[in-house]
């Protein structure tokens, strides 16, 4: 079992929509979280970035962390045709005073007009 | 202008070859990182480097050899290259070693004929 789960979809929805998208994670010793956007031919983009558990809310995102489940969301409003795009989570943890990153394999998002 | 580029964009070559990515920022930042990201969208850490200095070397085959001549450069060597070896590497850098924010190139895509 990989130690970061996210389904790679893709995940299809009209303009307007709420997204839901969601990674599960089995490494307790994960401290800290991310999410970004990755377009096609792109490097990732940083969206959002969470310490703690609880919401994190940027302009039409939203993140989302619940340690106890091991489970972390970001949530779209009103999602827009230019947020097609692959979504990956990842998350730290400290080893030797390094920050460790791992990332999930990516959701695929497409919005329709 | 472009904080992380890396060259060549893509790389195409044979078997038993060796290779060199470059990468370099220009963000002033003391940390940079290589990924390699495989054909199901995994993105996983090799190496990372802060100020010249190695800090992170994950599972990877002793075949790579990053190099960091300064702050500002960190370059991979491939050696001996295998069907495996496929790939996008993305170099990335972060203002420190600590749990900052990375911000990536667009991304090598490597061919092994």
């Known amino acids: 079992q990989k130690e970061v789960e996210q389904d790679p979809g893709p995940l299809s929805v009209p303009e307007g929509a709420i997204v839901s998208l969601n990674c599960t994670y089995s490494?307790?010793?994960?401290?800290?979280f991310m999410w970004y956007r990755q377009y096609s031919r792109k490097g990732p983009e940083l969206l959002m970035y969470?310490?703690?558990?609880g919401n994190k809310e940027d302009g039409r995102f939203t993140a989302q962390v619940d340690k106890s489940s091991k489970y972390i969301s970001l949530f779209i409003r009103d999602s827009q045709p230019s947020d097609s795009a692959t979504y990956l989570c990842?998350?730290?943890?400290?080893?030797?005073?390094?920050?460790?990153?791992?990332f999930g394999r990516g959701t695929s998002l497409i919005v329709h007009p | 202008d472009t904080a992380v580029s890396q060259t060549p964009k893509y790389l195409v070559t044979q078997m038993g070859n060796d290779k060199s990515i470059k990468c370099e920022q220009n963000?002033?930042?003391?940390?940079m990182y290589w990924y390699k990201q495989d054909s199901k969208k995994f993105l996983k850490i090799m190496f990372s480097?802060?100020?010249?200095?190695?800090?992170i070397n994950e599972t990877v085959p002793n075949r790579f050899s990053p190099k960091s001549p300064d702050k500002a450069h960190l370059n991979l060597h491939i050696n001996s290259l295998e069907l495996g070896d496929s790939a996008v590497y993305f170099c990335?850098?972060?203002?420190?070693?600590?749990?900052?924010?990375?911000?990536f190139g667009d991304g090598t895509r490597l061919s092994i004929l």
């Open positions: 990335a850098s972060s203002p420190s070693a600590g749990n900052q924010p990375q911000h």
């Open positions: 490494n307790s010793a994960f401290q800290y």
């Open positions: 969470t310490y703690s558990s």
């Open positions: 990842a998350m730290r943890y400290v080893s030797g005073g390094s920050y460790i990153p791992t």
């Open positions: 963000l002033g930042h003391d940390t």
């Open positions: 480097y802060n100020n010249k200095e190695l800090i």
